[in-house]
């Protein structure tokens, strides 16, 4: 295992939380500037985000090719969602794991367009499940992945939801999908990590987590997402 000192250590938690303010004065201008619209096609609204992105903060590498936007029924597809127009009762997902992927982090919020009540309670539950998430992770310092994992599960049963995702976070610096990632049953908090979530990795890193809590709207076949760090904010 490599020694790391606390300057290291600090660094990088303060580059992890840099990534996520930046998404945070992003996303905040993505909504005060109306950019998601009904009628609007999510390519065009991924390029306005870009382009917001790059003028606040210079921002180009990781974007190229790369989409924030989900809406509709494709907030439930796990990757090469096909391009659509935003509807006026959608639910539109913005990830923008591409701008942090220079960060080592994710965030995600969830927008409710129009008065589709029903779309506006799933967020509202959702809310409840990542607090109440973050609430169990604060509340226990030997808390494994497996035992909060179960939690988010529980919270969202309580909720009369099911979850969207075989897990509901991952390591900073760990990629959001894929066969071999998911085998590293270790880096996620899933099902199967018994590890505790607090502690310091083989590379000496201490362990600093995303927390992704996905719930799904079974009537309307849409999800709605949240994701920011779990452990640093």
């Known amino acids: 295992m490599t020694t790391l000192d606390r300057m290291d250590m600090g660094l990088r938690a303060l580059r992890l939380m840099e990534g996520q303010r930046m998404a945070q ?10 950019v998601i619209r009904p009628g609007r096609s999510e390519e065009e609204v991924d390029n306005r985000i ?42 539109v997902v913005l990830d923008f794991e591409p701008l942090l992927a220079p960060y080592e ?84 908090i899933g099902p199967d990590n018994d590890l505790p979530l607090r502690r310091t990795l083989e590379e000496g890193w201490r362990a600093h987590w995303i927390l992704q809590v996905s719930l799904v709207d079974q009537c309307g076949g849409r999800a709605a997402v949240h994701a920011e760090l779990l452990d640093l904010a």
Do not use: K
Request: proline share 3%; charged share 25%.
């Open 50 to 91: 870009a382009l917001i992105a790059r003028e606040l903060f210079g921002v180009r590498a990781g974007l190229v090719g790369r989409r924030f936007v989900r809406s509709g029924p494709n907030t439930v597809v796990g990757g090469g969602w096909p391009g659509r127009v935003i509807g006026p009762q959608d639910l």
């Open 105 to 188: 982090t994710g965030f995600a919020r969830t927008v409710a367009l129009g008065d589709d009540l029903s779309g506006r309670r799933l967020l509202d539950d959702l809310a409840v499940v990542a607090a109440g998430a973050r609430a169990a992770f604060r509340a226990d310092g030997a808390l494994t992945g497996r035992e909060l994992h179960a939690r988010v599960r529980d919270l969202a049963a309580g909720a009369g939801r099911r979850t969207g995702s075989w897990h509901c976070g991952r390591l900073t610096g760990t990629a959001p999908a894929g066969y071999a990632e998911a085998m590293r049953r270790e880096s996620f």
């Open 25 to 34: 004065h992003l996303y905040g201008e993505v909504i005060a500037t109306q």
